[in-house]
């Protein structure tokens, strides 16, 4: 089936620096990502939509220049929160869209745990 | 705009059967979706329904009434390795095929 491969797993990084997760689908096509972000207990709040060779469309209050997003070929799609802060700790996840064939649902990356100290 | 109302956790013991139910409003329907997620982990496609009725895989179900706005997710000879939080999500009927999801049904699964 459809898979896409999130790196990394886990990361722990200084306050004020900054990181970069990135999401590759790995036997298909991913036109359109789309990043979420997590808090314990809660559900998936979606954070950005990546198009392959376009601008991302952020949602309503999220900050798109501390949340950069790159979609530079149909396989690959990056998230870089830049400057982080301990408030931007959180679970990050990454989605893509399975075509019908691959059951009308979206296929989810293992997900990036951020911890900022 | 679109929202999901489902039940934020539900506890059943071990065999028994479950059903968790999700109620949608939305500005029009492109499909009810279920996904797991344990833990620590990313969620995990399990079932969608386009149409009205009942979608059987396995030991899961999922149901759908689109004159209510409702559907259910059955899990039947529940077991310990299915404590787990569950989203119905629909999709957005616009073509942008930007999901949303509900806030998720917290299974707890006793022996």
């Known amino acids: 089936g459809a898979v896409v491969s999130q790196h990394p797993s886990r990361v722990i990084c200084k306050s004020g620096t900054s990181v970069k997760i990135e999401c590759r689908s790995l036997?298909?096509?991913?036109?359109?990502m789309f990043w979420y972000r997590q808090f314990p207990k809660k559900s998936l709040m979606l954070m950005a939509t990546?198009?392959?060779?376009?601008?991302?469309?952020?949602e309503q209050g999220v900050e798109k220049d501390k949340f950069l997003i790159n979609h530079a070929s149909l396989t690959l799609s990056t998230l870089t929160v830049t400057s982080a802060h301990p408030e931007d700790s959180s679970f990050y996840i990454c989605?893509?869209?399975?075509?019908?064939?691959?059951?009308?649902?979206?296929?989810f990356g293992s997900g990036t745990r951020l911890t900022v100290v | 705009g679109q929202s999901l109302e489902q039940p934020s956790e539900v506890t059943a013991v071990e065999g028994a059967i479950v059903q968790i139910n999700c109620t949608y409003q939305?500005?029009?329907?492109?499909?009810l979706s279920w996904y797991q997620q344990h833990d620590g982990g990313a969620p995990t496609f399990l079932s969608y329904?386009?149409?009205?009725g009942l979608e059987e895989t396995g030991r899961f179900s999922s149901f759908l009434s689109r004159s209510d706005s409702y559907g259910y997710l059955l899990l039947q000879e529940l077991q310990m390795k299915d404590s787990a939080s569950y989203f119905c999500?629909?999709?957005?009927?616009?073509?942008?095929?930007?999901?949303?999801f509900g806030r998720g049904t917290s299974l707890i699964v006793h022996p």
């Open positions: 989605s893509a869209r399975v075509t019908p064939g691959g059951g009308y649902g979206y296929t």
């Open positions: 036997d298909f096509q991913a036109t359109t």
């Open positions: 990546s198009n392959e060779g376009s601008k991302a469309t952020y």
């Open positions: 939305t500005s029009g329907f492109y499909g």
């Open positions: 329904n386009g149409l009205d």
């Open positions: 999500a629909v999709r957005d009927p616009g073509g942008s095929y930007i999901p949303t």
